[in-house]
């Protein structure tokens, strides 16, 4: 048998197992949350961080961010994340390239992620043309197919300075007109006009995607379209003028949880003075001051800086994985939703 055949056999093999994303609605985490509120470390903390996102659907004047950085995607929490935006329980989504692009919209164009239930070495992996998120695995040969489709949808725009709002925007149309995934979180937010913003954009699939457009568009001498990163900060900043009071559920730190708490100082450097904090605050992270700060002010820190307020706040310091499908499914079957107005805040920036 060829190596050709036998490589074929061992990718098969590797890429066997699909994750499965958690269905909230399928259980009703309500009675677990009320149980671990009684009890004290991690527990106490999640029934808390349950309690406050659950104050955020309750306030009618509250506008809820989603911020994403991570892996959880890829892990299993893809259709929760979906979910939240079907059901009316974020307004705006921040979160990396990877999570945006690498996970959900891969997804969304038919292709999956896989269970590595076996670890061989990584160079094996990568003659095998299989990337590795932890214990996940990404058909590389796919990933590309993700990189070109994103160059394919930049080839079809005006050739001008985008903020990563306008483009995913661009990609959820495609992936409405050619996806094979309805429950997919780039497709369901422009269909319900939630913006999504990814502040490092080209830190993702995209980045290659748009490489190769650029340079296309180079050697034949014309003009190409580039991401306004600037632009990003500038309508994210928009929403929080226009929102008044707002709540942050945030998943992971980094990048994403900087940009969307220095919304507060940039709305005040441009002279809104009145612009309050963000009233509510959540996050979920393994991130402590260990690893050097890299992604672990606490909330309790950023209200030195004047972006959230440090009464209605808590960290909750656990694998997000194996939390954040309790919080959303209690939040889910308690259905302070159903009664929320949407916001529809891509709509905000509509060209008249």
């Given at each position: 048998?060829?190596?050709?055949k036998i490589?074929?056999?061992?990718?098969?093999?590797?890429?066997?197992?699909?994750?499965?994303?958690?269905?909230?609605?399928?259980?009703?985490?309500?009675?677990?949350?009320e149980?671990?509120?009684?009890?004290?470390?991690?527990?106490?903390?999640?029934?808390?961080?349950?309690?406050?996102?659950?104050?955020?659907?309750?306030?009618?004047?509250?506008t809820?961010?989603?911020?994403?950085a991570?892996?959880?995607?890829?892990?299993?929490?893809?259709?929760?994340?979906?979910?939240?935006?079907?059901?009316?329980?974020?307004?705006?989504?921040?979160?990396?390239?990877a999570?945006?692009?690498?996970?959900?919209?891969?997804?969304?164009?038919?292709h999956?992620?896989y269970?590595?239930?076996?670890?061989?070495?990584?160079?094996?992996?990568?003659?095998?043309?299989?990337?590795?998120?932890?214990?996940?695995?990404?058909?590389?040969?796919?990933?590309?197919d993700?990189?070109f489709?994103?160059?394919?949808?930049?080839?079809?725009?005006?050739?001008?300075?985008?903020?990563?709002?306008?483009?995913?925007?661009?990609?959820?149309?495609?992936?409405?007109?050619?996806?094979?995934?309805?429950?997919?979180?780039?497709?369901?937010?422009?269909?319900?006009?939630?913006?999504?913003?990814?502040?490092?954009?080209?830190?993702?699939?995209?980045?290659f995607?748009?490489?190769?457009?650029?340079?296309?568009?180079?050697a034949?001498?014309?003009?190409?379209m580039?991401?306004d990163?600037?632009?990003?900060?500038?309508?994210?900043?928009?929403?929080?003028?226009?929102?008044?009071?707002?709540?942050?559920?945030?998943?992971?730190?980094?990048?994403?949880?900087?940009?969307?708490?220095?919304?507060?100082?940039?709305?005040?450097?441009?002279?809104?003075e009145?612009?309050?904090?963000?009233?509510?605050?959540?996050?979920?992270?393994v991130?402590?001051?260990?690893d050097?700060?890299?992604?672990?002010?606490?909330?309790q820190?950023a209200?030195?800086?004047?972006?959230?307020?440090t009464?209605?706040?808590?960290?909750?310091?656990?694998?997000?994985?194996?939390?954040?499908?309790?919080?959303?499914?209690?939040?889910?079957?308690?259905?302070?939703?159903?009664?929320?107005?949407?916001?529809?805040?891509?709509?905000?920036?509509?060209k008249?």
């Open positions: 048998m060829s190596n050709s490589n074929d056999m061992r990718k098969k093999e590797l890429l066997s197992t699909e994750v499965e994303h958690i269905d909230i609605t399928s259980f009703d985490a309500r009675p677990i949350i149980s671990m509120g009684k009890m004290s470390f991690t527990s106490r903390d999640l029934g808390r961080a349950t309690g406050i996102y659950n104050q955020m659907l309750e306030d009618k004047d509250c809820i961010f989603l911020v994403i991570g892996s959880t995607s890829a892990g299993g929490c893809m259709d929760l994340y979906a979910e939240l935006i079907r059901s009316n329980m974020v307004d705006c989504v921040v979160a990396t390239g999570t945006i692009v690498d996970m959900d919209f891969f997804e969304g164009l038919g999956k992620h269970q590595a239930n076996e670890v061989p070495d990584d160079d094996t992996l990568r003659s095998l043309y299989i990337d590795r998120i932890y214990d996940t695995y990404i058909d590389e040969e796919q990933l590309q993700c990189d489709t994103i160059n394919a949808i930049a080839n079809t725009l005006e050739h001008r300075g985008y903020s990563s709002r306008e483009f995913i925007k661009e990609m959820g149309k495609y992936l409405v007109e050619h996806g094979k995934k309805d429950n997919s979180l780039v497709k369901l937010a422009y269909e319900h006009d939630v913006p999504i913003f990814c502040p490092a954009f080209v830190d993702s699939s995209a980045g995607g748009l490489v190769k457009h650029q340079v296309d568009q180079m034949k001498g014309e003009a190409y580039m991401i990163a600037v632009a990003d900060f500038r309508e994210l900043t928009d929403i929080k003028i226009a929102s008044g009071d707002s709540g942050l559920l945030m998943v992971g730190g980094g990048v994403p949880k900087n940009f969307i708490q220095d919304t507060v100082v940039c709305a005040e450097i441009l002279g809104h009145d612009v309050s904090v963000h009233k509510y605050a959540v996050q979920i992270t991130a402590d001051v260990r050097g700060a890299c992604s672990s002010s606490t909330l820190e209200a030195s800086w004047g972006k959230v307020n009464g209605i706040e808590q960290m909750v310091f656990a694998e997000a994985g194996s939390v954040m499908p309790l919080l959303a499914s209690d939040a889910y079957h308690r259905g302070h939703w159903k009664t929320r107005d949407k916001r529809r805040w891509a709509k905000l920036f509509a008249a």
